[in-house]
């Protein structure tokens, strides 16, 4: 896509209002690439979520692989978008005519457990890209689960940060998930900055479940 494309080149976005502002945070192009085929090789996904859009990365990327599908809606949840953000992500998205989104303005940590409540496994795909810290990316990972239908796609980004690495390896326990692939870090090749797991069956743990993690 030119628009990714040039931000990437350039390390740079423009706002509505024409102000040129430097990228400080994103999604790598690599891993950009590898949401967009993760879509785009898997035809039944159409119904996606994404906790943090800052500057609109990733929303390109999963949008711009969801053209062309049947009913296809991607979720943007976050709270500063048009604030600390200056709603780059979803002019960005506009300027490239995909126009299948919703921007929800809210906190993960309140508007997920809504949406799990009226939309349970109504998910093909969500992406975890928020607030950074344990706690905070293990209630997204934890309504995540709710929200995705079996054969349904979790990808967390930052899989390297210490609090992210730990939340990932408690879910790879979980005996409804199966890791689906991941990138790698260029300078640190066993370790990933991303990772995709794949729902596989219902999650079906007993009231009393825990694994070591
Ligand atoms: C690392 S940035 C996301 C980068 C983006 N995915 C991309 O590739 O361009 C983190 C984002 O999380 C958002 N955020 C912070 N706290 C949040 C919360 N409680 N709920 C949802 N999003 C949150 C921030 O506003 C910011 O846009």
Redesign the pocket.
């Given at each position: 896509m030119a628009l990714l494309d040039e931000i990437y080149e350039r390390g740079e976005v423009v706002t509505p209002k024409g102000e040129v502002l430097k990228v400080h945070?994103?999604?790598s192009r690599e891993e950009g690439e590898f949401i967009y085929n993760l879509i785009r090789n898997d035809r039944r996904i159409s119904r996606t979520l994404e906790?943090?859009?800052?500057?609109?990365?990733?929303s390109l990327n999963i949008c711009a692989a969801l053209k062309g599908r049947n009913g296809a809606k991607h979720i943007i949840?976050?709270?500063?978008q048009n604030t600390?953000?200056q709603s780059v992500g979803i002019s960005n998205l506009r300027r490239e005519g995909l126009s299948w989104f919703e921007l929800v303005e809210e906190?993960?940590?309140f508007a997920l457990p809504r949406l799990a409540a009226e939309r349970e496994s109504q998910f093909d795909f969500v992406f975890i890209?928020?607030?950074h810290t344990f706690d905070h990316t293990m209630i997204d990972c934890f309504y995540a689960t709710r929200l995705l239908g079996i054969g349904g796609y979790l990808v967390i980004?930052d899989a390297n940060f210490p609090s992210i690495a730990r939340v990932i390896r408690y879910l790879e326990n979980y005996p409804c998930y199966q890791r689906h692939g991941s990138v790698k870090i260029a300078s640190a090749n066993d370790i990933s900055s991303l990772v995709a797991l794949q729902k596989r069956t219902e999650d079906l743990r007993p009231w009393n479940w825990y694994a070591d993690f």
């Open positions: 945070s994103g999604i906790v943090g859009c800052a500057y609109g990365l990733s949840l976050d709270p500063f600390q953000w906190r993960s940590e890209d928020g607030w980004d």
